[in-house]
């Protein structure tokens, strides 16, 4: 059984920067994808970013690209998301989640994914 827990989320201003943490256990990192999403009340769960078990591949959603970088640290288990130039628009409950499989249509898409977290919430305001 895959567990994952998040951290890092909190309230900054727009601009300000956050990174977000993703850990792991159970998981073997020897296939599969571990990707960042987040939601808002009455909306879908929205893919933000994924990397491969190797790191080697890194997905981004158009919204982030440029602001948000996804890293891997295997021997820590942990997954990062840095996100800078922070905006309202990125208000959300984030969510991490896990699927060791080794087809994939899109690792930006939640139902690909079989573990998640229960998500740490990030408030930009001013």
């Known amino acids: 059984q895959v567990h994952v827990v998040e951290s890092g989320g909190g309230s900054v201003q727009p601009g300000e920067s956050l990174t977000l943490a993703c850990e792991l256990t159970?998981?073997?990192?020897?296939?599969?994808?571990v990707g960042w999403f987040r939601q808002t009340p009455g909306k879908e769960r929205e893919g933000v970013a994924a990397i491969y078990a190797f790191g080697v591949d890194l997905r981004y959603a158009n919204s982030v690209r440029g602001r948000f970088a996804i890293s891997l640290d295997r021997a820590a288990s942990t997954i990062y998301l840095q996100m800078s130039n922070l905006q309202p628009a990125d208000t959300a409950t984030y969510y991490c989640a896990a699927d060791g499989k080794s087809t994939w249509r899109d690792p930006l898409v939640a139902a690909e994914y079989q573990f998640w977290g229960q998500g740490t919430q990030v408030i930009v305001s001013s």
């Open positions: 159970g998981f073997s990192f020897s296939n599969g994808f």
